[in-house]
């Protein structure tokens, strides 16, 4: 249970404090003024800036030195290495995005539902942090998906031979309302694909034999073979759907 009595604003319009009276606040007054507020004014607008200023630093580190795969691990998720992913400027992206849907969740469920108890001993910036793993492991896994549908040549997908229906953009179109069209075209085609699908694909192009790719992915040489297969007829179904 929640140390916070209400999470909702009681009736009755509250006095507004102003931005140096906000300021001064600890955090448990602060959420407490949030609270009669209604979640606006400038009490919501202080605490949102604390909680960024925490919790953006910490993951944008964690990504880039890789200590967010230990952390996911210890806090019950599982995402795929990749250091592509870990360079800027896509660390500070996935970690702005984690932190700006984590914040609509304290808004709307977190807060109102009194989830954060400070007698446990975490203060709420670190709560909030704990929280936005969870949103993070869901923009890790949607990026490492763009990143592999853009290093994809569409025109691969109607291609056999060993490299299969993918193959690494050596030189991608300069027009950049072709490459975005390109990149359309790329998602529609592999929409219908599963996550492992597209692992297996990738590193099929970039020579790996299906020996090599079963035994990274754990699974039988045979239902490998079959699971390509059905990934490269969905693909290009897709794409001429």
């Not at 964690?62 to 360079?87: D, F, H, M």
């Not at 942090?129 to 490492?144: D, E």
Request: with cysteine; hydrophobic share 40%.
């Amino acid at each position: 249970m929640s140390a916070i009595p209400s999470a909702v604003p009681e009736d009755g319009p509250p006095r507004a404090l102003r931005p140096y009276e906000v300021a001064d606040l600890t955090t448990l007054e602060l959420l407490d003024a949030v609270i009669e507020s209604g979640y606006t004014g400038h009490t919501w607008a202080e605490l949102t800036c604390r909680l960024v200023a925490t919790a953006l630093p910490d993951l944008e580190r964690a990504i880039r030195t890789g200590s967010i795969y230990r952390r996911c691990r210890r806090a019950g998720y599982k995402i795929e290495v990749s250091q592509e992913l870990q360079r800027r400027p896509l660390c500070e992206d996935i970690a702005a995005e984690a932190v700006e849907e984590c914040l609509v969740h304290f808004e709307t469920k977190v807060l109102p539902d009194g989830e954060w108890d400070p007698e446990r001993g975490a203060s709420l910036e670190v709560f909030f942090t704990q929280c936005c793993l969870g949103r993070l492991v869901n923009r890790w896994r949607f990026h490492l998906h763009q990143r592999r549908v853009e290093a994809m040549d569409l025109e691969a997908l109607d291609e056999g031979g060993p490299a299969g229906v993918f193959t690494v953009v050596a030189y991608p179109p300069v027009d950049p309302a072709y490459r975005a069209e390109l990149r359309d075209e790329l998602a529609r085609a592999t929409a219908p694909l599963k996550d492992d699908d597209l692992v297996a694909l990738a590193l099929e192009s970039r020579g790996w034999s299906r020996a090599e790719i079963a035994e990274e992915l754990g699974v039988k040489r045979n239902t490998l073979d079959a699971r390509i297969n059905r990934a490269q007829k969905a693909a290009r179904v897709r794409r001429t759907a």
